[in-house]
């Protein structure tokens, strides 16, 4: 493991310094965790999507809105180590990248399979931000096991006729395409059958319900299907070969590290709170053990950055982390619980206020990231799926 930067790393890293310092205004940093949280509707949705739409046109003028696709398609064409330390500067000046479904997922799908006319239309969209996508997958009865789907496509004529429901599908609302995975052969094994579609979310048919979680947020939404018309050609790929355009990844940087370094500045706005706020200040003079709390946490967040650092490491010698990724994940995402929980015992019962006019508990910060960490070891494959993966792929384990 190389912790130290090339040359050509470390002139690099110093150009994304100048940018940042140059292009990116400070106050916009202090509302990156609000930006985290309330994203997609609240006190910053439109604010956010603003400063997001000029952000955008500067990051693409340098192929840095998508530094993992190729340069023919507009994007950086940034080598695995650019893009770690591309993703760790802008992580540890919380400045937002362009990101999401149309970038890591439909973009780089739609180059391995797409058309000509598919990838001319749909991916210079994605890039400019006019086209904003979800991820049409998950159904009620089709969650972890994603192959039980039970949405129906039927071919007829130029069009299929889509039927069934979709579920925890984020951002649907605001979204003007999505990627859609459904049944076209109800008699094949169920990882087959499967095909894969680019759905234009006005289609008559398509309806979408918001419904809030316990932030009040309505980023998730119900999707349904209801004689939908999506026209052969949105088809992407063969039919019934979907499963493996869902499952395809492309050698782009998926360290980590911009979570890692979230956490460490996490730790670093904790620790401040307990010096600035008089009631944390005094709950830890009280109690010693918060302080070895705080401790912990600090040396949790610089471990999960080792971690990252390995996962580049390998992918820069071209190796494919496996079960080093189910490690970074599981690692990360019950890190976020303890620190969530960690902040609620500095803020006590000023935990409750939650409100970002409340100065208490960071005006409410500590409580809303209480609550939005209680989905880390749930989304992107929960914990028992990572450890499944980790004993079998990693320790060799039988399967029970």
């Excluded at 100048?18 to 106050?27: I, Q």
């Excluded at 979680?213 to 039919?239: C, H, Q, T, Y």
Aim: charged share 25%; glycine share 10%; aromatic share 10%.
């Amino acid at each position: 493991m190389e912790f130290r930067d090339n040359a050509t790393e470390a002139g690099f890293r110093a150009t994304v310094r100048e940018f940042l310092k140059a292009e990116f205004p400070p106050e916009q940093a202090r509302r990156a965790t609000e930006w985290g949280l309330f994203n997609t509707a609240g006190r910053y949705g439109q604010e956010f999507a603003d400063f997001m739409k000029a952000w955008n046109v500067k990051l693409n003028a340098r192929g840095w809105g998508a530094p993992h696709w190729p340069k023919e398609y507009g994007g950086g064409g940034l080598s695995v180590q650019e893009q770690f330390v591309l993703n760790e500067e802008f992580a540890w000046a919380r400045a937002p990248r362009s990101g999401g479904i149309g970038h890591g997922w439909a973009g780089p799908t739609i180059m391995v399979y797409g058309t000509d006319e598919q990838k001319s239309d749909l991916l210079p969209k994605i890039l400019s931000g006019e086209h904003r996508w979800c991820q049409l997958f998950s159904e009620p009865g089709a969650g972890s096991d994603l192959a039980s789907l039970q949405t129906r496509a039927v071919r007829d004529g130029d069009d299929y006729v889509v039927n069934g429901q979709k579920i925890w599908t984020s951002g649907a609302h605001m979204s003007e395409m999505g990627i859609l995975v459904a049944r076209t052969d109800p008699d094949a094994p169920k990882h087959r059958g499967i095909s894969y579609f680019l759905v234009d979310m006005k289609t008559p048919g398509v309806t979408c319900r918001p419904f809030p979680n316990m932030l009040n947020n309505n980023s998730f939404n119900e999707v349904f299907f209801e004689n939908a018309r999506i026209p052969a050609k949105n088809r992407l790929g063969e039919e019934n070969r979907g499963w493996y355009l869902a499952t395809t990844t492309l050698d782009f940087e998926r360290s980590g590290i911009a979570t890692s370094v979230s956490h460490q500045l996490i730790v670093k706005d904790l620790v401040q709170f307990a010096k600035d706020d008089a009631r944390a200040r005094a709950r830890v003079a009280a109690n010693p053990g918060l302080r070895l709390e705080l401790a912990e946490r600090a040396v949790e967040a610089n471990v999960e950055a080792l971690i990252c650092y390995r996962i580049i490491s390998m992918q820069s010698r071209g190796e494919i982390p496996n079960k080093e990724s189910s490690i970074a994940k599981l690692y990360s995402s019950e890190l976020d619980v303890r620190l969530s929980v960690t902040g609620m015992h500095l803020a006590g019962m000023d935990g409750q206020f939650w409100d970002h006019d409340d100065p208490r508990a960071m005006n409410g910060r500590i409580p809303r990231f209480y609550l939005a960490s209680t989905t880390s070891p749930i989304g992107g494959g929960t914990s028992e799926i990572q450890r499944n993966i980790i004993a079998t792929r990693g320790l060799a384990l039988p399967r029970g």
